[in-house]
């Protein structure tokens, strides 16, 4: 790699790493609460079972703090006494996502795990960085060292038992910043603690608010449109969006360049 190159990587967790539980966890809490102790005021609010859909979950909640999240949802279904009620809506959904993901209720992509092994093949230092607090108990449950050997793929760093947390040069995920995405405080944390300045370092995101926060830090971004939201990450300035992290060609690292194969990105 070049030294004209990207020397660092920076991934979100939730919808670029691993498929979790969140969007269960926050859709399957608000109707526990609204069916139950909140059944009171449920009929003056917009919400239904029908009504949190995966837009409104992509839109209002992916990739924020467990209480913007839930301020956000709450508001968005015009729930009265917001600032009580979100302190109740986010302990219900922190509990429920704990059992589903000690359960096993969550899978890692597989496109992303092999663009982690390749980064990290390249020389790149990565991070992560999610806002959830939640992340290190995926993180430690995902193998790398099986998956490559399953997967055919071979490099010098893996070892017997290395995990997918093992294998950040840096974990900043759940901490708790003065603003939480669309700023980008997270992820100039992250830049800072692999020792790299914003412009050597590009961020993975699968949420618009992901990406508004990379480029607000002066941040390269890949969108990764694991959901209905191709335009809407392009629309954020992502440098490329892909549906699949493997449409990204690695040897484009070296030059700077996020580009995707031939025929991939926009």
Request: net charge negative; aromatic share 8%.
């Amino acid at each position: 790699m070049s030294s004209d190159g990207f020397a660092g990587a920076i991934f979100d967790v939730d919808g670029v790493l691993v498929d979790s539980p969140h969007e269960r966890a926050w859709k399957d809490s608000l109707r526990a609460l609204m069916e139950g102790e909140w059944a009171d005021i449920a009929p003056s609010t917009t919400w239904s079972p029908e009504a949190f859909t995966s837009k409104v979950y992509q839109e209002q909640m992916s990739g924020k703090p467990r209480d913007a999240g839930a301020t956000s949802a709450l508001e968005y279904f015009g729930v009265p006494d917001v600032a009580t009620r979100a302190k109740v809506y986010g302990a219900h959904k922190q509990d429920m996502v704990v059992r589903l993901i000690e359960a096993g209720e969550f899978r890692a992509y597989p496109d992303a795990l092999r663009f982690v092994l390749a980064c990290k093949g390249a020389g790149l230092r990565i991070a992560a960085a999610s806002s959830s607090k939640n992340a290190g108990l995926f993180l430690k449950q995902i193998r790398l060292d099986t998956f490559a050997e399953e997967n055919g793929l071979s490099y010098g760093f893996l070892t017997p038992g290395l995990s997918l947390l093992d294998s950040f040069d840096v974990d900043i995920s759940g901490r708790d910043f003065a603003h939480g995405k669309p700023a980008p405080d997270i992820f100039l944390a992250a830049a800072e603690e692999l020792g790299y300045l914003p412009s050597q370092v590009f961020v993975v995101e699968d949420a618009v608010s992901g990406v508004q926060a990379a480029k607000a830090g002066d941040m390269s971004a890949v969108g990764v449109s694991r959901a209905d939201d191709f335009d809407a990450l392009a629309a954020q300035h992502a440098d490329i969006v892909v549906k699949s992290l493997d449409e990204i060609d690695v040897s484009g690292l070296g030059r700077h360049e996020l580009v995707g194969r031939p025929g991939v990105g926009r």
